[in-house]
């Protein structure tokens, strides 16, 4: 018999389509770390398969560890994002202002493609996320919430990375992300215990949500960049305003023994 270049066409389990399906949820940055999945009875009947299929999916998922189970909980999508860096890395990263503003020039850098990628790739969907987003970072500023400004900041920066779908840029903006909620690189109350820093960050990101509405490339682009070069400055003044009170206290502690 001659050789030909096709195989047999061999029926998929159950299983297995389930399988592919939660890894392309995962993959496309739907389904986050620390989603709980719905109940097996919910999710079986979503999906339209047996519960016993269902269990063998899980069971895969769970063992090259994209899902975790939690006793009396339920499933839950892993951390699969982990770390770029190590932690001795991270704790270098913590106390060196050379990796500040490293940081900044990067987010940048790739910001800006991002938001640009948004304006052109994004679904109404996606622009629809966004501008709810920046929805609640007014109400937030409204509030004088500054707390949750800052989480609104970085989810907002996140919409964008989600809006210009390219998956290996979302997984890795997502773990640079989840170091700057945890302050690794700044504290976040910085920039947000100003008023006037406050709205001048809403007014900024204002200008990239409409640009990235508009469908404005150029524009996004532009905006972004302006946002965090006002971003690097504030720091900047910050830190050396800091530095300058370290001085100044030391004159007074001297002053008062003479």
């Known amino acids: 018999m001659q050789a030909t270049p096709f195989q047999p066409i061999v029926p998929e389990k159950i299983a297995a389509s389930v399988i592919r399906q939660i890894e392309l949820l995962i993959l496309r940055g739907v389904l986050r770390p620390g989603?709980?999945?719905?109940?097996?009875r919910e999710l079986a009947g979503q999906l339209e398969v047996s519960r016993p299929s269902l269990r063998e999916a899980l069971a895969d998922l769970q063992q090259r560890g994209l899902l975790t189970s939690r006793r009396g909980s339920g499933?839950?999508?892993a951390d699969v994002l982990g770390s770029a860096f190590s932690d001795a890395l991270i704790g270098l990263f913590a106390t060196n202002e050379e990796a500040l503003f490293d940081t900044i020039a990067f987010r940048r850098d790739i910001e800006s493609i991002a938001a640009a990628r948004a304006a052109r790739l994004g679904s109404d969907a996606d622009l629809a996320v966004m501008q709810r987003v920046y929805?609640?970072?007014v109400e937030?500023?409204?509030g004088r919430k500054g707390e949750q400004e800052a989480d609104l900041d970085a989810a907002f920066h996140m919409a964008?990375?989600?809006a210009g779908h390219n998956i290996i840029m979302l997984h890795m903006m997502r773990s640079m992300y989840d170091l700057f909620r945890r302050g690794v690189f700044y504290n976040r109350q910085v920039m947000f215990d100003q008023h006037t820093t406050r709205r001048a960050l809403l007014d900024q990101h204002g200008a990239i949500n409409a640009a990235i509405q508009a469908r404005n490339a150029e524009g996004a682009q532009a905006a972004v960049a302006a946002h965090l070069n006002y971003v690097e400055q504030?720091?900047?003044?910050?830190?050396?305003?800091e530095r300058n009170?370290?001085?100044?206290s030391a004159r007074l502690k001297q002053e008062n023994r003479r």
Do not use: K, N, Q, S
């Open 234 to 241: 504030a720091l900047a003044e910050h830190m050396r305003a």
């Open 35 to 40: 989603d709980r999945l719905p109940p097996e």
């Open 140 to 142: 937030a500023h409204e």
């Open 160 to 162: 964008i990375i989600e």
């Open 245 to 248: 009170e370290a001085v100044a």
């Open 135 to 137: 929805g609640r970072m």
């Open 75 to 77: 499933v839950f999508v």
